[in-house]
């Protein structure tokens, strides 16, 4: 591990990281609505922000001071979310301000062929950063341990098969499951509504949280309360 490492991990540690993304077709896709959400999780306390793209990483790294968890998307042949597709991505988001840089670490096979694991493998080499293995279950995660990911993430649990539809709450299991058996930071993520559920995936061994439709998403939190009304 090397001090950039040390650094992150000694930030993040019992933190709230905001994921400040905005889907396809919402009014707040755009880099200057991206960088007032991370102003806003900055000014609420937050220890860090995830955020999507290269223009969005620049954008909000002229108004905080936050560690950027940085990333791309692109997709499988599936159609599930690929989450930094190629090392070009990587180098452009840190080059843009990242300081972390995350990305798909899952079983599957990527476009050009690779495992998650394989592609950290080769980005390990060419950005000198921490990397944040996004993972859906524990034998991906212990993978990406041992070409030394810096984080691990829960974030794909429930999304790696797009037939079939997500679980509705967080994966409790997944992160206990993790955290027994590996000595890298685990960041839980995914499905997080509440403070509570924030509170018991610390509980449950998180290093971190990860929070991001819950804050930043406003079309996603109308919908849930549209539904109830």
């Known amino acids: ?60 790294a002229a108004v905080t001071r936050l560690p950027i968890i940085g990333l791309t998307k692109g997709t499988f042949p599936s159609g599930a979310v690929l989450i930094t597709p190629a090392i070009d991505d990587a180098v452009r988001l840190v080059k ?4 972390i840089v995350a990305l798909d670490a899952t079983a599957r096979r990527r476009p050009d062929g690779r495992t998650g ?4 493998r080769a980005l390990r080499s060419a950005v000198d950063c921490p990397l944040l293995a ?13 070409e030394g990911a810096d984080f691990i993430a829960t ?17 409790f299991e997944f992160i206990r499951r993790l955290t027994a058996r590996t000595a ?22 998180a290093y971190a949280v990860c929070v991001g439709t819950a804050i930043s998403r406003p079309v996603d939190i109308i919908r849930r309360f549209a539904r109830e009304v």
């Open 117 to 120: 694991v394989e592609f950290l």
């Open 96 to 99: 843009s301000g990242a300081s």
């Open 134 to 146: 996004d993972c859906s279950e524990v034998g991906e995660g212990l993978a990406a341990e041992g």
């Open 1 to 60: 591990m090397n001090d950039r490492a040390r650094d992150a991990q000694a930030v993040l540690r019992k933190g709230l990281i905001v994921s400040c993304q905005a889907e396809e077709g919402s009014p707040f896709n755009g880099p200057q609505f991206i960088a007032a959400f991370a102003k806003a999780a900055e000014l609420g306390g937050a220890v860090a922000v995830r955020v999507r793209d290269p223009e969005n990483v620049k954008a909000v």
């Open 184 to 205: 890298t930071p685990v960041i839980a993520e995914g499905r997080i509504w509440s403070p509570g559920q924030a509170r018991q995936a610390v509980a449950c061994g």
């Open 155 to 171: 974030t794909l649990s429930g999304y790696v098969d797009p037939s079939v539809p997500p679980p509705a709450e967080p994966d």
